[in-house]
């Protein structure tokens, strides 16, 4: 199993319990592909909500799936 598939997993467990989950940035850049400057990027845009707990930035799942829904797919028009 994918470490993608496996925190799919966790998600809807924890959505199924009630619970929110929480990523560290690391996590989110590994499940998504990505680097560190691009998901602060889209933070500092207002695309993808994040939380701060003292020092250390969290995203939580749902806010995860709700900027993975939002994005582009490819071959989809774009406005410039």
Not at 12 to 40: H, K, L, M, P, W
Not at 54 to 76: C, H, K, M, Y
Request: hydrophobic share 30%; aromatic share 6%; with cysteine.
């Amino acid at each position: 199993m994918s470490d993608r598939e496996h925190a799919r997993r966790v998600r809807q467990q924890a959505a199924s319990e009630g619970r929110r989950t929480a990523s560290t940035i690391d996590e989110v850049c590994a499940r998504n592909d990505v680097c560190r400057d691009f998901i602060y990027g889209q933070i500092r845009a207002g695309r993808l909500k994040a939380t701060k707990f003292g020092r250390v930035t969290r995203i939580f799942s749902d806010d995860e799936e709700a900027w993975q829904n939002s994005l582009p797919t490819l071959g989809e028009a774009t406005s410039s």
